[in-house]
């Protein structure tokens, strides 16, 4: 059996995918959506990092950030955003002393260089495309797609005819 080895660099940038219970559309809902900013704003309060790009779609988010120089500590940063929002969310799930908000794990990619830090921020922005949620990137309110275009990283019609060449062949679901 393979056992699955997270890599920590102190400062480093990270890639995640984290995922509700039984992709359950929580976010559906702005309320919940609003409890995810407060939840990343509450972390970043006692544990600092940048997040460089983000989607939150009804079952899943995507983000890309940059922790501190020397400070490696990314999933004591997802444990406690996760608990910020299982505690304000829904009722008492069927596993014990859990709440049937999240998956008990996350996905995540240490970037390696600036062409795949690129990447990843478009699939981030891309990602509401790829679900048929919404024509074009811009479309879709849950995103950091329009600061990105207002720190002159995309037009405001990038992905609007497709795929981008650069993503096609990633899948991070």
Request: contains cysteine.
């Amino acid at each position: 059996m393979t056992e699955y080895r997270r890599l920590f660099i102190p400062g480093g940038s990270y890639f995640f995918t984290v995922v509700t219970y039984q992709r359950r559309p929580i976010f559906n809902e702005p309320r919940y959506v609003n409890l995810l900013r407060e939840a990343f704003k509450h972390v970043k309060e006692t544990k600092p990092f940048t997040i460089d790009a983000i989607v939150i779609l009804p079952d899943h988010l995507h983000c890309l950030w940059q922790l501190p120089e020397n400070d490696d500590d990314f999933s004591g940063r997802w444990r406690e955003f996760k608990k910020y929002v299982s505690k304000r969310i829904g009722a008492d799930g069927k596993r014990p002393k859990e709440k049937d908000v999240w998956q008990r794990r996350f996905w995540e990619h240490a970037i390696r260089d600036e062409n795949d830090w690129r990447r990843h921020i478009d699939y981030i922005h891309y990602n509401p495309v790829k679900h048929g949620l919404a024509a074009s990137p811009a479309q879709w309110s849950y995103s950091s797609f329009q600061k990105a275009v207002t720190a002159g990283w995309y037009d405001s019609h990038w992905g609007s005819n497709g795929q981008p060449e650069n993503i096609k062949d990633i899948e991070l679901e």
